[in-house]
């Protein structure tokens, strides 16, 4: 088993997994969570993005519902014909990302992403040999960008195989429902748990968002 040091996030940064391998390491490893996800489908891919469009559309997100983040994205977006580049945004006034429903706060958010992004385009484009908790101490260093927002684009854009976001609650509330951990336990509780599931966390968190019917898009 992982020793507590790798409960949070995983040092793997080799994408190379499917649904298969990791549903059979499930039956092997944990026959109750194999019990809880055995009769769900597979998780459906999103789309890929590059990472500086990923991480402004998660920050727009932020705090949003999934419908209110659609549409604040797509006006956003539109303000630059459908091609985010950073050396145009962040020349952009705040009045003008407002007026499409951007906040002040995440204007300012949008703006840091910019400077460190043009200041080193490398650090976001080219992580592929940095484990995740490198990319992540070096990406929350923007503003606006926490741990989660970071573990989301390993997820889901880069296909990390072994990132568990214990601060999502969406995954806290399947554990209590499908394992039996009581509610609202400290998160090393759920961490610890999740530990099992590894080298396969992620498509385990995913796994325990379709549980719920309650993928983050």
Not at 109 to 131: E, K, W
Request: aromatic share 10%; net charge negative; glycine share 6%.
């Amino acid at each position: 088993m992982a020793d507590l040091e790798s409960t949070f996030i995983s040092t793997k940064s080799d994408a190379d997994w499917s649904w298969h391998q990791a549903r059979l390491h499930f039956k092997e490893a944990d026959p109750e969570f194999h019990d809880v996800v055995k009769g769900l489908e597979n998780p459906v891919d999103v789309d890929q993005r590059p990472a500086f469009e990923s991480l402004v559309r998660a920050v727009i997100g932020q705090q949003l519902s999934t419908k209110a983040a659609h549409t604040i994205w797509c006006r956003f977006v539109a303000l630059y014909d459908g091609e985010l580049n950073p050396e145009v945004v962040v020349q952009e006034a705040a009045e003008v990302h407002r007026s499409v429903g951007v906040s002040g706060q995440k204007h300012g958010y949008i703006m840091d992403l910019c400077r460190h992004y043009l200041a080193d385009p490398a650090s976001f484009d080219v992580v592929g040999q940095c484990t995740d908790q490198e990319v992540i101490t070096s990406w929350t260093k923007v503003k606006g960008l926490g741990p989660w927002t970071v573990q989301m684009h390993l997820m889901f854009q880069l296909s990390r195989p072994d990132v568990f976001p214990v601060d999502d609650l969406g995954v806290r509330r399947a554990m209590e429902k499908g394992l039996s951990i009581p509610k609202d336990s400290p998160k090393t509780v759920y961490a610890k748990r999740a530990l099992v599931w590894s080298p396969f966390r992620t498509a385990a968190s995913r796994l325990l968002w379709q549980s719920l019917n309650a993928q983050p898009k």
